[in-house]
């Protein structure tokens, strides 16, 4: 055989892989749109989901009708957009995560085939409960907190519409009544209030995907138990860095922040520790492990 013809063969297993790869990729974005095109036909009722903890905040200051507003012309559609492209590969995870598991797993081995699979079915739910616990416990504080600061007086329900109809006088909407200085309210941008939302569902979500993370990692030899109990307190300064990175510059989502990334380290010291003594076990079934050696060495002096 030439070299030409060895040149030939081993180049034609690389063009079957990218072929495979160009067609889960094509699999994989087709159910993106897919999913943006879904995603947006209930954009709107999401949008309202999503700043619903604003809009109880508002009531809960005094105000009975929130209202938000935008300044340009696309700037509530490109808001249905983003939302779109979020949910919409929130939806279409599965069929990605489908195409990515089939393109792998011809090249593992059964061993790590069931150690790769719960992981990628674990992500996702993690990242949803992630999500869930940033917009239902953490997004509700910070709002309470930043609106807390703002005068939201049950006159500004009546601005849009009371206003228009005579109903609302316009010394009360141009603060003139006020007796000193000039009345500061919360006028809402959609999108900035819904970067905010989603920039808490982002930081927590991806958060909580630390213990499978550092799990997976665990079970392929990168990490261990002894090593990720050791370097703790560096761990302990990494998340604070984290919280005030990926959190508003207000201390109480930093530290609930810090509180659940830090639980979420010892969780996964806690099952990294099971793994190591899952995989230990076994090597000792299988005689990988001799027990003489876990006695230490023999003293000389003494019968073997």
Not at 124 to 150: D, I, Q, R, Y
Not at 228 to 249: D, E, F, Q, W
Not at 265 to 294: C, H, M, P, Q
């Amino acid at each position: 055989m030439s070299q030409t013809d060895n040149v030939d063969d081993s180049t034609a297993p690389l063009i079957e892989h990218l072929a495979e790869l160009r067609t889960r990729l094509i699999r994989a974005v087709l159910a993106f749109l897919v999913g943006i095109i879904l995603a947006f036909t209930v954009a709107e009722p999401i949008l309202q989901f999503l700043l619903g903890p604003i809009e109880e905040t508002l009531r809960e200051l005094g105000d009975p009708s929130p209202t938000m507003q935008y300044t340009s012309p696309q700037e509530y559609l490109f808001t249905l957009f983003r939302i779109s492209m979020v949910f919409g590969f929130a939806l279409a995870f599965p069929v990605i995560g489908f195409q990515l598991w089939r393109f792998v797993a011809p090249g593992l081995y059964k061993q790590e085939k069931n150690a790769f699979l719960p992981f990628l079915i674990a992500s996702p739910v993690m990242f949803f409960l992630g999500a869930s616990f940033a917009h239902f416990v953490v997004t509700p504080l910070a709002m309470a907190f930043f609106l807390g600061f703002a005068d939201v007086p049950s006159i500004i329900a009546g601005l849009m519409s009371g206003f228009v109809s005579g109903d609302v006088p316009v010394e009360a909407v141009t603060g003139t009544e006020t007796d000193s200085g000039i009345r500061i309210t919360f006028f809402g941008k959609v999108n900035e209030s819904l970067d905010i939302t989603l920039k808490f569902i982002m930081a927590f979500g991806l958060c909580f995907q630390l213990p499978v993370l550092l799990t997976l990692m665990g079970k392929a030899g990168l990490v261990s138990a002894e090593g990720l109990s050791n370097v703790r307190k560096y761990a302990m300064v990494g998340i604070l860095v984290l919280a005030a990175l990926v959190t508003p510059p207000d201390v109480i989502t930093q530290g609930i922040l810090f509180v659940v990334v830090y639980g979420l380290y010892e969780v996964s010291i806690f099952l990294v520790r099971r793994v190591e003594t899952k995989r230990e076990a076994k090597l000792r079934a299988e005689g990988y492990y001799d027990d003489e050696d876990d006695l230490g060495d023999v003293p000389e002096d003494e019968p073997k």
